[in-house]
């Protein structure tokens, strides 16, 4: 693996933070949303900001 | 209409698909569609390029669930706005053809950006500084550098942002645009929202590049207009009308983020293509766009981009990244608030909504 750049680095880590956010603010909206439809979509969301997290962390770990 | 419920504030389906939605453009805009190009590294490149195509599709069906309940709305665009773009089109197409049949600008096409404003003083030029950025009354006072420390390339849009884009000499925009800091500590929120300062010039920087100043002023808290330091010179000396109270005013203007009342105030360029309007009475005409939106006075301003063809029409469309929070207070559309970078410039929630 490449060393990082000083951008790479930057954008990876707000890229994380950004999708961590995203994924806590989704686990309180299922809690709360009314449509199945929606929070099926929700809970897909989810899912898929987990698997960006684990794939953009893999560049740094 | 459901709702749910969290601290006390009760959030709807609507809101909660709206705020999801905007968070996805937001991580598409922002971080992923310039971190794509900014990669140097081959497989993190592939990453990002895979992880924004994610992004893009859940947008998508956030879109059509939205949409089909009404809640995202799309209309037709109106005759004048396309015979607007037609001219636009035609004139561009003209103007390439020029460039390549005869390796010069296309004759009696005047003022076109080949001639005046990209080619010779703006974009192209050394440094968009030279007249571009800081407009006349710069005189290559300003230069843009479009990096930090030297890296990348001087390029144009978020991508060059998260380089931390910064002016050189004696920028009125320092404070807010970028400053020495880059767009983590002062950037584009900062106090002054310095976006409009170095958009206002007599050149037309490119959209990526307006597009860099102006997002990062973070939508609330640029729209509320309570800092616009710089505006006062408002470009190549131009007077900027709203300066004292910025973008927003103070309870005036207020952008809406979208025009027509159509799709979802949401941010950055996704957000620009919805056309979005200032309502109320906007200081911001004469200087932005005036009549002519972006092409008599505004992004093309006298020699740039075109002219008066440029990105024509009575609209000034501003990206959408110049919009707020729709939504009054905390809620779903205050999302972001709270990561290091954006503090400054996007918390608040309160800008356009009042």
Redo the contacts between chains.
Sequence with gaps: MLPLTQVETWYLGESIKGETFLCQKLASYLDQIQDPELRALTGDFQRTCERHIDLLSRHVM | M?????GGKE?S?RE??Q??LT??K??SNY??A??VL????P??RA??Q??QS?VQM?AK??FD?MNVRGWYEVNQANNQAMNDLRNTARESRQIVSGLTGQGQGMPGVQPSYAQQGYGQQGYSQPGYGAEGFGGQGAGGQYSWTGTQ?G??QPGMGPSSL??GARWVGQSAFQGGFGGQQGY?QQGYGGQAAGGQHYVGGQQYPGPQQYMAGQQYPGPQQYMAGQQYAGGQQYGAGQQYPGAQRGFGGIGRERWTGTQFGEGQPGMGPSGLAQGARWVGQSAFQGSFGGQQGYGQQGWGAQQGLGAQQAYGGQQVSLPGWTRGAVREGEGPGA??A????FQQGSQGGQGVSE
């Design positions: 459901t709702s749910g419920e969290t959030f389906d909660i698909a705020d999801i968070g996805e937001h991580l971080y992923y310039p971190a900014e990669a140097a590294d497989s993190l990453t990002f895979e992880v994610d859940g069906k956030l669930y420390a890296e990348g998260a380089q983590s999302g972001w709270g990561r290091p970078a």
